[in-house]
């Protein structure tokens, strides 16, 4: 499986963006899906997953109440309201073919893009 992620760029604080996340090659719909990040000198880390059916979901505290993540069989997105400058970071998408539940841990992904730069100016 191959994701492409696009919807990155550059925005003011409390902007939004929407980000997505397709197969360019194969299909995740039975997998599950996540968005992390790795914002400058920082390690990556997980922002939201979503279980395969798309009934569970997770958020960091960070962004909990301002990121929604969503999927279909072929997409996923991330919508991004009230963005801050701390949200600053490189986002990918990664997916998970154990479906064993919603990893935190890079590691554990199986899938992962390219990475969209996110750059939010205060």
């Known amino acids: 499986v191959q994701l492409v992620e696009s919807g990155g760029g550059s925005v003011q604080a409390g902007g939004s963006l929407r980000l997505s996340c397709v197969a360019s090659e194969g299909t995740f719909n039975v997998y599950t899906m996540a968005w992390f990040r790795q914002p400058p000198g920082k390690e990556r880390e997980i922002v939201a997953g979503i279980s395969w059916s798309g009934m569970n979901t997770y958020y960091v505290d960070s962004v909990q109440g301002r990121f929604t993540i969503s999927r279909t069989n072929s997409n996923m997105y991330l919508q991004m309201n009230s963005l801050k400058p701390e949200d600053t970071a490189v986002y990918f998408c990664?997916?998970?073919?154990?479906?064993?539940?919603?990893?935190?841990?890079?590691?554990?992904?199986?899938?992962w893009g390219q990475g969209t730069q996110v750059t939010v100016s205060s």
């Open positions: 990664a997916a998970d073919r154990k479906n064993q539940g919603i990893a935190a841990a890079a590691e554990l992904y199986d899938y």
